[in-house]
């Protein structure tokens, strides 16, 4: 019959030769000239092999990648990454144990127009399905309910849809208790505003808009690699500085250099205070989200690697010994000697 | 030597309408004996050498912003005017610190909107700044610091708070009507339907934004009279006072701010209605802080017998309105870059700032004062041609007001997310950006 012939020809993966009879099916009084049909059944005249994906296509899908600003080397090593924002997070999937490969990169590959983002590794059943990158503000939520459904149904979150439904419950009802008690101390927000404000403004200034440091660090850390175009780099110099400065300018309408030092003084005192002789902040047995944070800042400020020019900022921070302690040993403790930065031997890398 | 702290000038019955002035203020009154400081509500910020008040004039000494001034008293004085010194527990200075950087930069925010961002309160803002704003100044000043406030929450996505914004969107939404036909239009949505529609899905954000600047607060407070301890006021207080004092006292069309403290937090509420009996003297009018400047000694013993505060009348000068005006217009002109950086004289006696400062106050003045006129006009056509085009560009920014407005739920979460502009959102993030991409997200 025409229609069971029709139906064949359409599983076939190449149009072949053969004559099939009448492939138009619904209208049965209209049909395609012979000589027309003909023509065109003699195409594809060839198919191409596929190609190979391009040189910058995606590799690791099957595993989780964070992006952040790092260098090549510091990528391959696990090194602790040189923009806080990102160490913050590197830091804080390392302390939960989740597996991923840091890849270097600069804000304009993010699709939020900043770093650090995460692309989950895709699911095994379906490689080629498409997964949403995270951003940084998101990536807690992910690691918890990544937590949460390994821990309820032993599996990796992304198999099988029929998990879905129950991990979203789990994750509303498990949401009070994994956070812990870190987060429920009403401490926890106003101490992160130190965090967030005042020491990261000193830390804005410090880097961004002290001629010497942002010599020293920013153009070789953040400009150079970005591009090799003189011009091009004097510009992004300028839009770092500018950005750096209008931030610093939403705050107050001047920039008050000695108060933005002494309150960042202030800021890490309180931060001692707060952390006393405890190995981690607010008494935890292993380091979480605020350890990361502040991690974050004073590896960055005490890191030997980093060509500080203008070390208020390190000296104001090595007043406080235990904060230099918390860093030295996280960074034993966490990026010690391997790559994936996750055993937690004592050696240096 | 008597200390001068100019401030801002009185408004909603409270001695100050900005919240900076108003922690300065609780400040002096319990740091200094009531005869070594007085209060001048000159209401302009040129004074200062960080371009905002509060100010303090001690002399040749010029102090500007809070935290500096704290600490040029407890220098100047040796520890005796330190309000904190009481507190010698490491922990509670710590606390003190924390608390107060978490109160500005939370609730800050919150007051912008309240205050300058939502229109309808706006209009009542404006209204009392006019009081106490000299002639040509209060054109200037409240569109200025509505403007500073606008960029301050930009990143919030509840622009929906402005009708500027609205008005802009509606006309947006004209055009694309006119190309659906005639029998298949809805009805055009009035500008009454679209407020409420959009006031009650902001609802929810500012909630949750509320939650996270005042439970924490809550907490620490407890049922004690102070925030840390039940005797003595600490520098926290006066923080506290500043900005809860100002959300909950004023009575606004929009009052989600002042009716979310009611509502959940009548703890605070009572901590405040007390702190500003006790430490501001009861209410503030208009009048106590600006009598004629003819009559200044009769204006103190007033000042002194009705309020609690010392008020001194500011001296009524044209040259510092033009000063102010050429500022302002300085500051709208594209390419003119202010003065970025200043490091304030935190030591006391011997400043930096007040030779440039004597400089622009006497030398220049009467130049200013004409110039300004003229400056302030094209300031004024350039700022009105300037502020047509923002509205739109807002409008793109906030794309997606479900995705944001659930987002807004979240914020228990650490809520570094509330700084920063929702990213360009191309991938549903909403407000939750982290903080520390910004720096670098504007540049790179």
Request: charged letters at 25%.
């Amino acid at each position: 019959m025409p229609q069971d012939a029709d139906a064949k020809s359409e599983e076939r993966p190449k149009p072949s030769r053969s004559k099939t009879q009448a492939r138009e099916t619904s209208p049965q009084w209209f049909t395609t000239p012979q000589p027309i049909r003909r023509l065109f059944d003699k195409f594809p005249l060839r198919i191409y092999s596929l190609n190979e994906l391009p040189q910058r296509s995606p590799r690791n899908r099957e595993n989780n990648t964070l992006w952040i600003f790092t260098t090549n080397e510091g990528a391959q090593l696990g090194a602790p990454s040189f923009n806080p924002g990102c160490l913050k997070w590197q830091a804080y999937m390392i302390f939960k144990g989740i597996d991923f490969v840091p890849i270097s990169s600069n804000n304009h590959a993010s699709p939020t127009g900043a770093l650090p983002f995460l692309l989950p590794a895709s699911s095994t059943k379906n490689p080629l399905e498409a997964v949403l990158p995270i951003p940084s503000t998101r990536i807690e939520r992910w690691v918890r309910e990544k937590k949460v459904n390994t821990e309820k149904t032993g599996r990796p979150p992304d198999e099988g849809l029929e998990a879905k439904n129950q991990h979203v419950e789990a994750s509303v009802s498990t949401k009070q208790k994994s956070t812990s008690k870190e987060s429920s101390d009403m401490r926890y927000e106003a101490y992160m505003s130190l965090l967030n404000y005042r020491i990261r403004n000193a830390y804005l200034y410090s880097l961004y808009l002290s001629p010497p440091n942002f010599a020293s660090i920013v153009l070789p850390l953040y400009v150079n690699p970005s591009t090799s175009n003189t011009l091009a780099r004097v510009a992004l110099s300028h839009q770092l500085r500018a950005a750096a400065e209008t931030e610093l300018l939403k705050q107050s309408p001047t920039i008050d250099v000695e108060a933005t030092y002494r309150d960042c003084d202030k800021a890490f005192e309180a931060l001692s205070e707060l952390l006393g002789d405890d190995e981690f902040f607010y008494g935890e047995e292993v380091p979480g989200l605020f350890d990361a944070s502040v991690f974050a800042y004073t590896h960055v400020l005490l890191d030997e690697d980093l060509d500080w020019k203008h070390t208020r900022l390190r000296e104001g921070l090595e007043q406080y010994g235990n904060l230099v302690e918390h860093q030295k040993s996280i960074v034993e403790g966490w990026f010690g000697d391997n790559a994936s930065g996750r055993s937690r031997s004592h050696k240096k890398a | 030597m008597v200390l001068e702290l100019h401030i801002w000038g009185p408004a909603f019955s409270l001695p100050s309408i900005d919240p900076q002035c108003l922690t300065a203020i609780a400040y002096l009154a319990q740091a200094l004996p009531r005869d070594q400081w007085v209060l001048v509500a000159s209401s302009d910020a040129t004074l200062s050498p960080t371009k905002e008040l509060p100010v303090l004039h001690d002399g040749s000494a010029t102090i500007g912003g809070f935290e500096n001034i704290v600490d040029y008293l407890r220098k100047r004085s040796d520890g005796d005017w330190d309000i904190d010194r009481q507190f010698s527990k490491p922990k509670d200075r710590a606390d003190v610190t924390a608390f107060s950087s978490f109160l500005t930069f939370q609730a800050h925010p919150l007051l912008d909107l309240s205050l300058y961002v939502a229109s309808e309160n706006y209009s009542k803002t404006r209204t009392a700044y006019s009081s106490i704003l000299q002639w040509p100044t209060q054109y200037f000043v409240p569109p200025q610091r509505r403007t500073i406030a606008k960029a301050r929450t930009e990143h919030m996505g509840l622009s929906s708070l402005d009708l500027d914004t609205l008005d802009e969107e509606r006309r947006s939404s004209r055009k694309a009507a006119d190309l659906i036909p005639q029998s298949l239009r809805t009805s055009r949505p009035t500008v009454t339907g679209l407020m409420k529609e959009k006031q009650s899905s902001a609802r929810f954000k500012l909630d949750a934004l509320v939650d996270a600047a005042f439970k924490p607060l809550e907490q620490l407070l407890g049922k004690k009279k102070w925030m840390l301890s039940d005797e003595r006021a600490s520098s926290l207080d006066c923080v506290a006072l500043g900005y809860l004092s100002l959300a909950f006292i004023p009575e606004m069309p929009l009052s989600w701010l002042a009716e979310g403290l009611r509502g959940r937090y009548p703890d605070l509420c009572k901590y405040v209605e007390d702190g500003v009996k006790e430490v501001f003297g009861g209410k503030v009018t208009v009048e106590d802080a600006l009598l004629s400047s003819t009559g200044e000694q009769s204006a103190m013993i007033q000042g002194e017998n009705e309020s609690g505060l010392p008020w001194r009348a500011p001296e009524q000068n044209l040259s510092s309105a033009g000063a102010s005006i050429l500022n302002s217009t300085f500051d709208s002109v594209p390419f003119y870059k202010r003065t970025i950086v200043t490091t304030s004289s935190t030591q006391p006696q011997h400043s930096t700032d007040a030779p440039p400062h004597s400089l622009t106050s006497t030398l220049l003045p009467p130049l200013l004062a004409s110039a300004g006129a003229v400056a302030a006009i094209a300031s004024y056509l350039l700022y009105s041609s300037l502020s047509t085009q923002e509205p739109e560009k807002r409008n793109l920014s906030d794309m997606g007001e479900a995705g944001a407005m659930f987002a807004g739920l979240d914020f228990g979460e650490p809520n570094k997310e509330v700084r920063v502009p929702p990213a360009e959102g191309r991938v549903p993030v909403g407000v939750e950006v982290d903080i520390e991409g910004v720096g670098e997200r504007r540049g790179l």
